[in-house]
């Protein structure tokens, strides 16, 4: 059979790849590249070369195991790396920094540098675990599809959180504007949130996306 795959992001790729044993398959895409929306970028580093996603992009078990058993089965590498953040305004210093730490296959994020010395990074890191709890405690299915990330917050009184973190993380992770991390809908974002700040491993792909 002949088949036509349209768009080599990594669902296109996984159905050329699964279809392509026993079909003939054509995969088409109209951007300069294949992939996802980032592409890796090789640096030489000692004696050796680097791959560098441009934007990062890394992931966590506990919300993609299907992603994970694609990985497993198409012999592509990942691994677990020490994984932290850091957000300010342009032209200022960081106002918020955390780092992932190890704790035996586990990881914890916690304030880093010069965030344990500020209230503000306190105030966020206090709020962010306020959040969590409330979310791990609510069934995010219940919540309207109507009901945006940016409407929850403010009812929760976590507009500050939002600003300074959910917003600039999710548009990041995402590769959107504020804008529209704060129009998407909060119970996807909610669900994400509760899934991923567990002790479950940051990974990345070994060799780039």
Request: hydrophobic letters at 40%; aromatic letters at 12%.
């Amino acid at each position: 059979m002949r088949v036509a795959v349209i768009g080599s992001g990594i669902s296109g790729l996984a159905a050329t790849w699964y279809l392509g044993r026993t079909n003939e398959v054509t995969l088409y895409e109209r951007g300069p590249n294949i992939g996802m929306d980032a592409s890796s970028v090789e640096l030489d580093f000692g004696n050796g070369v680097v791959h560098i996603n441009a934007p990062m992009r890394v992931f966590f078990e506990a919300y993609y195991p299907t992603l994970c058993q694609l990985y497993g089965e198409v012999g592509a590498a990942y691994e677990p790396i020490k994984y932290s953040g850091s957000f300010s305004h342009r032209g200022d210093r960081a106002y918020f920094h955390y780092r992932n730490f190890w704790l035996g296959n586990s990881t914890l994020p916690f304030l880093s540098g010069r965030s344990l010395r500020l209230p503000t990074a306190w105030r966020l890191g206090l709020a962010l675990v306020q959040l969590v709890g409330h979310v791990r405690k609510l069934d995010t299915k219940s919540l309207p599809d109507t009901l945006s990330l940016q409407e929850y917050l403010e009812q929760l009184g976590h507009s500050e959180l939002g600003n300074r973190f959910l917003y600039p993380t999710f548009a990041g992770i995402c590769t959107c504007s504020y804008e529209q991390v704060k129009a998407y809908p909060a119970a996807i974002i909610l669900d994400y949130l509760a899934r991923i700040l567990t002790p479950s491993r940051v990974n990345r792909l070994t060799h780039g996306v």
